[in-house]
């Protein structure tokens, strides 16, 4: 069975920074696209950062230059380092494949970020 687990969240004040890793029980994790995506409070879930096989990065507009997203395939982890951090960022962080599968959404890691 496929899980996947967030964690790394906490609550920050604006300008701070986060790393957040997820571990994933993908079997062939290094053939898969990952995603980090998240839902902030009343808003839909949206992508937020993608890493390919290849280990190239794509970006949401709204996180470009704060966020960077990685991957180590010895490990099957996945990271966000989420840098300048805005209280719009607020929400909960969820990882999963590129596209998304539904059956392997975890619980998600929440990041507040408040004054």
């Known amino acids: 069975q496929v899980q996947l687990v967030e964690s790394g969240g906490g609550s920050v004040q604006p300008g701070g920074s986060l790393r957040l890793s997820c571990a994933a029980s993908?079997?062939?994790?290094?053939?898969?696209?990952m995603a980090w995506y998240r839902q902030a409070p009343e808003k839909q879930r949206e992508l937020v950062a993608r890493?390919?096989?290849?280990?190239?990065?794509t970006y949401a507009d709204s996180v470009k230059g704060r966020f960077t997203i990685s991957r180590d395939n010895t490990k099957n982890t996945v990271h966000l380092q989420i840098n300048s951090l805005k209280p719009e960022d607020t929400a909960v962080y969820y990882c999963?494949?590129?596209?998304?599968?539904?059956?392997?959404w975890g619980k998600g890691t929440l990041v507040t970020v408040s004054s």
């Open positions: 999963n494949i590129y596209p998304p599968d539904n059956a392997y």
């Open positions: 890493i390919d096989t290849s280990v190239t990065p």
């Open positions: 993908l079997r062939n994790f290094r053939y898969f696209h």
